[in-house]
């Protein structure tokens, strides 16, 4: 079975700084899809950024951007310039074959003045 | 676009009442899953339907949740009888096609309070 791995439960960046949540996977497959979601206090669940396991290229939206190290299993989210409004709770999700969304435990960002 | 919609948005019951929690999926959508989100569990897969036909309900986690989609703007989570262990936010999620291809579009959660 799949896994996510979030090792930071809570993390916390100035504002316009740079932050970068870590999160690790487990897999046997070789094609799958990676996600970050953002849950803010409203508790929706809102799409951050995905990553296609096949393609190479690190995505990137806006002062979103991720380091997908698919060797390690690795897929990390950089925000660059952190904003009040980033300030919520983030959770890395991987997809494959199977088709289910698999959630980590989710990191909580905390954005200072 | 309006959006995965879900009703109640909270809910507030008793031990051994029965409660019902809907969703409206986005119109055009062919997939639909149930989550249950709890401090301890963290975010949980419940059941997943694709063209209205449940595909894999093993996270449910007992005989007392059900869910149906009898149709592609409708499904119902059905928690009878309810218990305080099962206090949690509910959220439905829609996608095109599959997860694999498409990303989730989450409703704003059922924050269900078992007392």
């Known amino acids: 079975a799949q896994t996510v791995t979030q090792s930071q439960p809570e993390m916390s960046v100035q504002e316009a700084e740079t932050v970068t949540l870590s999160c690790t996977y487990d897999t046997s497959e070789s094609d799958y899809y990676l996600f970050w979601y953002k849950q803010p206090p409203s508790r929706q669940m809102i799409l951050v950024i995905r990553q296609e396991a096949y393609k190479q290229q690190n995505a990137t939206e806006n002062r979103f951007s991720v380091n997908f190290q698919k060797a390690a299993k690795s897929f990390s989210l950089k925000i660059s310039d952190s904003q009040l409004g980033d300030a919520a709770m983030y959770f890395c999700a991987y997809t494959g074959t199977a088709s289910k969304l698999t959630f980590g435990t989710g990191t909580r960002l905390q954005v200072t003045l | 676009d309006a959006g995965v919609i879900q009703s109640p948005r909270h809910e507030v019951t008793e031990m051994g009442q029965e409660v019902t929690l809907r969703c409206k999926p986005i119109?055009?959508?062919?997939?639909l899953f149930w989550y249950r989100q709890t401090m301890m569990r963290g975010l949980e897969l419940l059941i997943y339907f694709n063209n209205n036909v449940p595909i894999d309900d093993s996270g449910m986690p007992e005989d007392r949740f059900s869910a149906k989609m009898p149709n592609a703007s409708f499904s119902t989570l059905k928690i009878q009888p309810s218990e305080p262990r099962d206090s949690a936010v509910y959220f439905c999620?829609?996608?095109?096609?599959?997860?694999?291809?498409?990303?989730?579009?989450f409703g704003n959660g059922t924050r269900l309070t078992v007392t």
């Open positions: 119109s055009g959508h062919n997939s």
């Open positions: 999620a829609s996608s095109f096609g599959t997860t694999f291809f498409s990303p989730l579009h």
